[in-house]
DNA sequence: GAATATTGTACTGTATAAATTACATTAAGT
DNA sequence: ACTTAATGTAATTTATACAGTACAATATTC
């Protein structure tokens, strides 16, 4: 998974830290989000997606290595 | 979290087994998702949402408890 | 209504998302 | 250079997503 929280917080000017009261979690929940260290819930990506006024696919999206369970041709 | 996998199974007329194996993960997962027993993680949301071709926000969406954290106004 | 497919449910085990606390490093501002 | 804010990192703990196996309860089809 990948996403561009860094880039949308730039855009806001807003830290870790306020993204992370904002949506009520935790700071290094947003960093290791960001940082890619894990994956986060489908609840928490959404959240954040919508707090930046965006899409879920305007934010996160698979890598290629994940793709390989793609969706049928028909 | 809501979601609709089970109309979206439905109109594609494939089982929870099927979805499953397509998906590379285990039925009772997608049973549980399918009936809320969990929230799944971003990553099996999404790739459930793109095989049957729809957006996240398409498949899952936010329940109005779970607003709470929304975006700001500006 | 018997056979088969589909879905529901329960249990156990494992991996990992996320909180919490704490401290170290880097960046920004004065 | 000093201070403060922002980010990175590490350890511990808790909750839960998901796999696997097994079996029960419904639907569906013949």
Do not use: C
Not at 21 to 33: D, K, N, Y
Not at 43 to 52: E, N, P, T, V
């Amino acid at each position: 998974m990948e996403n561009n929280i860094r880039v949308q917080r730039a855009i806001k000017k807003i830290s870790q830290d306020e993204l992370a009261i904002a949506l009520g979690m935790s700071r290094q929940a947003i960093h290791a989000i960001e940082t890619k260290k894990y994956i986060p819930s489908a609840l928490a990506a959404l959240r954040i997606a919508h707090y930046f006024g965006k899409t879920m696919e305007e934010v996160f999206s698979l890598e290629e290595e994940e793709k390989k369970f793609a969706a049928p041709l028909s």
